[in-house]
């Protein structure tokens, strides 16, 4: 598969992230159901990923809900709300939702042709936004080779193709400007551990695995020349809600000031929240803490904790890359200034 997530004969195809690295499985989707339960359990994640996901099950239900060239648009905008509230904290999902959704009006294949077409877009603006940062690191950072912190996963698994903050990554592999990647296992669900390692495997990029609790450690200890991670939703002050673990990253990057950066597309961008104390966190299951792979690691009853994502403030964030600009001045954001 050329893509992490594609459609294919009436139905959406996926690498189902919940398998790897052990096996390589390809989901088939072809009921919004059972793509709302992927989204939900993971096997489909990733901002990026996940707008697009949404907006191919908008094609799959206006296909579905069109017999005789009729297509029933109550039933199709009852599926979108569904699959735009899969998951609350990622802005991108009710972006993909919504901008497909706009084409409904035209027919299931106008639909569709969005889809693809947002497909197609997400190879470029990856590729464009994740070149911005890799030139801003290049300006931030004097050491060669460089030792790049991440989190979680931002590569090709977490979009249709390159990746944002790992795509930065593999433009500077590419130059030969990188050293080893420090991957933060990510806990709970193991991002890091399980598809930014395999991830960068297959790209051939030296990389170390740490647990989340050592990041801040090797940035204090001199080992970490720039941090790179990606975002789920970025308020207009430029507050960034990210998979949790980003804040602590933050703190200790501005504490021994290294450049922490955040690539993300424009979708990303939320214009209707103007702080991050306005991001909805998604809060998931207490078995997700509680064990791992059916193993027990607390005891069963054990009261959880378990957001899916932090909100990292503004002012700890050195610049923020897309695929138009470089925001520094977060007030840019909000119109009140150019980036
Ligand atoms: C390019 S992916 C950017 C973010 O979506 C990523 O960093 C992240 O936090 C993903 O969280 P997840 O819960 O795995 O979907």
Request: proline share 4%.
């Amino acid at each position: 598969m050329e893509r992490s997530l594609d459609w294919d004969s009436g139905c959406i195809v996926a690498v189902d992230q919940t398998a790897l690295p052990s096996r390589t499985t390809i989901l088939r989707i072809d009921t919004v159901g059972d793509l709302v339960a992927a989204i939900r359990r993971l096997a489909i994640r990733g901002a990026p990923a996940i707008g697009l996901a949404g907006a191919l099950g908008v094609a799959l239900s206006a296909h579905r809900h069109t017999v005789a060239g009729r297509t029933d648009h109550a039933a199709v905008r009852a599926d979108a709300d569904l699959l735009a509230a899969a998951r609350p904290t990622a802005s991108n999902l009710e972006w993909g939702v919504r901008r497909a959704l706009a084409r409904l009006s035209e027919g299931p294949d106008a639909v569709l042709a969005e889809a693809r077409l947002m497909l197609e877009e997400d190879e470029r603006t990856n590729r464009a936004a994740a070149a911005r940062a890799a030139e801003l690191i290049r300006q931030l950072c004097r050491r060669r080779p460089l030792r790049i912190l991440t989190h979680c996963n931002t590569g090709r698994l977490a979009t249709a193709a390159w990746g944002t903050a790992l795509g930065a990554v593999a433009d500077l592999a590419a130059a030969g400007e990188v050293d080893h990647v420090l991957v933060t296992e990510t806990r709970p669900l193991l991002q890091g551990a399980r598809l930014t390692a395999w991830e960068l495997a297959e790209a051939g990029i030296p990389h170390r695995l740490c647990v989340d609790s050592a990041a801040p450690a090797a940035i204090s200890r001199g080992l970490v020349d720039c941090v790179l991670v990606g975002a789920d939703r970025i308020a207009m002050n430029g507050d960034t809600a990210n998979k949790i673990g980003t804040y602590g990253l933050a703190v200790a990057a501005a504490r021994h000031r290294v450049p922490f950066v955040v690539v993300a597309p424009e979708s990303t961008l939320d214009p209707s929240t103007a702080s991050g104390d306005q991001i909805v966190i998604e809060e998931r299951l207490a078995a997700e803490v509680l064990g791992y792979a059916g193993l027990r690691t607390a005891p069963a009853g054990t009261a959880v904790y378990n957001p899916a994502f932090d909100v990292t403030p503004a002012e700890l964030v050195t610049a923020i890359a897309t695929e138009r600009r470089l925001l520094r001045d977060f007030g840019a954001l909000s119109g009140k200034a150019t980036a």
